[in-house]
DNA sequence: TACGCATTGCGTATATGATACGCATTGAGC
DNA sequence: GCTCAATGCGTATCATATACGCAATGCGTA
């Protein structure tokens, strides 16, 4: 790994592959990176990507705006270590699971639950992923099929495949008031009843009247997101099948 | 449809569903909000979502800035409008096409192809489809599994597994620069090259190896995303002999 | 034909936000 | 105790969204 990695990389990258100068004399930090990520996490998970300002994080922080800007060089770069540091690490499996299915399906349900703990990173996520954390994600995903026939390029279109399944699910959930809130707007639901007109949209208007966009009683709300990952994995069952008997 | 619809909707949506009041006498418009949202959809096609504010709107239709607040009554609304127009009309076929999966194929190639053109419409869209246009959409999707045996509910999240597919994989294709540009970052296969730590990221490093990441020799660029379609719609295949079975 | 007013166009002002620049502050090592 | 590097932050600037109200204009009507 050559130490002229980043030389145009955005400066977050630098530090997050550990390429930070070791700084020794000076006055005592009161701020820290991990201060200002952890807080600008919080800020952006309690009141939306929106309400993260620069100013509003200082004063959370207690500092000034401007002394954020010792620890980040701009409000991007900012980003780009909430978006490192907000997914943890991911689940833990070997170089080969035997149970692929298993495996995968654990990866899928808890990047799930990191997009519904952190709605913003769908929002922001729009370049491709080249810091450790979501590298993580990627390799263990990877890793899931590694005991399966699969050639190198069919794993990674797997991967991606469920990768873009679970971000929409969960940001489709997000989006979704689940609750008719006292002030605004009714539910997703009574207002597509309304809309779903017969006559111009035929297949909609028999979706809403067969309920579909109703809560279902006694469900939990993954089980939709389950369904959907059962079909999409049943297809990868196939893909694997042919490459096993080819 | 009754005429109380959108009380506490955004302005947009009364628009779109034909709401508008019929103004008579005045003064005759010199803008009008067909020709705001073209310029806004042009100007964010060339030049980017970020590039996109109220004043360089303005600059381009050659009127003051508060000019376009009487046609739309913030940001917001307009890029709802965007979101209804960008998209244009869905693909036509009938209620229950006998091909399921070449009718799905090809609302999924049309949709890809729209958010090619329109990348910062996976940008924009946040919030759960209300508008005609993206309606539209939809239920051309739903339409499409009409001759098949699956249920209302499946079928609704077969559709939303494809259009969540075909949205990321859109917004991946163009959040990666194809060729290494003359200023700024390297490719990002050679970045990959270099990060992957085979030790850290032992599947990652394979990948990178069997130039996963690469660009095909002799590929057309959706490729890669007709390959991932097809994994997807054997799963739905399952569902559908599955359902045919039961 | 001339007038009145509804409706549009836009100038001004304000609030919020990002961030460049440079000085003040401070504490570790000498 | 002194020095100086590195931090904290005050001030200023620029971009942006948008509230508010006046000015411009042309249709319906007298």
Redesign the interface.
């Known amino acids: 790994?050559?130490d002229d990695?980043g030389n145009?990389?955005p400066h977050a990258l630098n530090v997050l592959?550990g390429r930070a100068k070791p700084k020794g004399r000076g006055r005592t930090p009161a701020l820290s990176l991990e201060r200002i990520v952890a807080a600008a996490i919080t800020l952006a998970d309690e009141e939306g990507l929106a309400a993260l300002s620069m100013a509003r994080l200082a004063e959370r922080l207690g500092c000034a705006p401007m002394s954020l800007y010792r620890h980040v060089t701009g409000k991007d770069d900012l980003q780009l270590f909430m978006l490192a540091a907000a997914p943890g690490t991911p689940p833990e499996f070997g170089?080969a699971p035997a149970d692929w299915r298993g495996s995968l399906t654990r990866w899928a349900v808890e990047l799930f639950g990191v997009y519904l703990r952190h709605p913003w990173i769908a929002?922001l996520a729009?370049?491709?992923p080249?810091d450790?954390g979501q590298?993580?994600w990627?390799?263990?995903a990877?890793?899931s099929l590694?005991g399966t026939p699969l050639?190198?390029?069919?794993?990674?279109?797997?991967v991606?495949?469920v990768?873009?399944?679970v971000?929409?699910?969960a940001?489709?959930l997000t989006?979704?008031p689940a609750e008719p809130e006292e002030?605004?707007?009714?539910a997703?639901a009574a207002?597509?009843t309304?809309?779903?007109?017969p006559d111009?949209?035929?297949?909609?208007a028999?979706?809403v009247e067969?309920?579909?966009f109703d809560p279902q009683a006694g469900a939990a709300p993954d089980d939709?997101f389950r369904?959907?990952l059962d079909?999409?994995?049943?297809?990868?069952?196939?893909?694997i099948e042919r490459a096993a008997g080819a």
């Open positions: 790994m050559p990695i145009e990389l592959w170089t929002q729009n370049s491709p080249m450790p590298l993580a990627l390799d263990a990877l890793r590694g050639d190198p390029r069919a794993r990674f279109s797997v991606m495949l990768l873009h399944y971000r929409g699910a940001q489709l989006s979704i002030g605004a707007d009714r997703y207002l597509l309304e809309l779903a007109d111009r949209f035929p297949a909609l028999r979706a067969a309920g579909v939709d369904a959907g079909h999409l994995l049943d297809g990868v069952g196939v893909a």
